[in-house]
């Protein structure tokens, strides 16, 4: 005799093993991926405001499959996570970036720094973290002034004591740090405030309505009287319209990233913007 439960519980069973067996695919395709370098980076411009010239970019980690085609970092960055295939993620971007600048600098272009995102986890393991940072420069002669860190303020107020002991480690370095998806973590002003960071980037989702949610516009209004406080520069996310960038101007944002100016480019791409001298 078969051994058999109801029929939903069989489904579920079933659709359980269906998304971990689909799981288990990605993260072994993803660990290939890594090994065979199918990972690349993207480089997407932040400008300044004011003066509208490029004064950093964001590297952003791209994955082209054999088999599954351009897989967005939405949905491979969280298996990477769990998995924790994220410190080779992390490792390779760190490396590449340094080395991407540090050879448009050779080549005479404007020198910006680059962001590069990094995880929880690599806050949790800062070892690991620190040391990737430094083999990444030495290894590239990069001045560590034109590298930076971008960890999110969800990951930073996990276990903020140990976040600012390692935003410190890295500016120690020359290394400096941003708070990425600012609004979303529930920060607290006084936590906030023992970071020694230098720059809030302020969540896409509220950018997305500033002009047209007066919710949004005070959320925004006031995150940007808070960092001018705490003398942080601020950056606005996912900046689409011409009436995204006045708003923010008019309130005093510092730097803008968005599709308006840029969507994120390969690195012929960036190359090309900078030669150009491409401006607001
Ligand atoms: P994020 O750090 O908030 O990066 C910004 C995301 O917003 C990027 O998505 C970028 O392409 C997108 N974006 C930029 N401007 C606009 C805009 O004007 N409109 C809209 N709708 N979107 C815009 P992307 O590249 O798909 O990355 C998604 C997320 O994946 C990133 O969010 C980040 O959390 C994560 N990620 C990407 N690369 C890495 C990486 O190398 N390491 C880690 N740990 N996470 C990464
Ligand atoms: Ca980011
Ligand atoms: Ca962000
Ligand atoms: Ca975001």
Redesign the pocket.
């Known amino acids: 005799a078969k051994a058999q439960g109801p029929a939903s519980l069989q489904l579920f069973t079933k659709e359980i093993s269906a998304r971990a067996a689909k799981t288990l695919s990605l993260q072994t395709r993803l660990r290939r991926a890594i090994e065979h370098g199918e990972l690349t980076a ?1 480089y ?1 411009p932040q400008v300044d405001l004011l003066g509208g010239d490029i004064v950093g970019m ?4 791209r994955w082209n499959s054999p088999d599954l085609g351009m897989v ?3 949905d491979f ?1 969280p298996v990477a996570e769990e998995s924790g295939l ?1 410190d080779g ?2 490792e390779f ?1 760190l490396w590449e970036c340094t080395r991407q600048n540090k050879q448009w600098q050779d080549e005479g272009l404007p020198a910006i720094p680059v962001a ?4 929880g986890r690599q806050f949790q393991y800062a070892r690991r973290l620190l040391s990737a940072c430094e083999r990444a420069l030495v290894d590239n002669r990069l001045d560590s002034r034109w590298l930076e860190v ?1 960890l ?1 303020e969800s990951s930073a107020m996990r276990d903020a004591d140990n976040a600012i002991a390692v935003v410190n480690q890295l500016k120690d370095m020359g290394i400096a740090c941003s708070i ?2 600012f609004g979303t973590g529930y920060s607290s002003l006084s936590v906030l405030k023992r970071f020694p960071i230098s720059k809030l980037k302020i ?2 989702s509220f950018v997305l309505d500033v002009t047209t949610d007066p919710n949004d516009a005070a959320i925004v209004d006031a995150i940007i009287a808070m960092a001018k406080a705490l003398r942080l520069k601020v950056v606005a ?4 319209h011409q009436e995204h960038l006045d708003f923010l101007r008019n309130l005093g944002c510092d730097q803008m ?4 100016f840029s ?2 480019l390969p690195a012929d791409g960036l190359r090309a913007l900078l030669a150009e001298g491409r401006r607001l």
């Open positions: 993207h997407q964001e590297a952003l980690v967005s970092p939405a960055i994220i993620i992390c971007m590069v995102n990094v995880s971008e999110t990425d998806d969540d896409r996310e996912g900046v689409e990233q968005g599709y308006f969507r994120p």
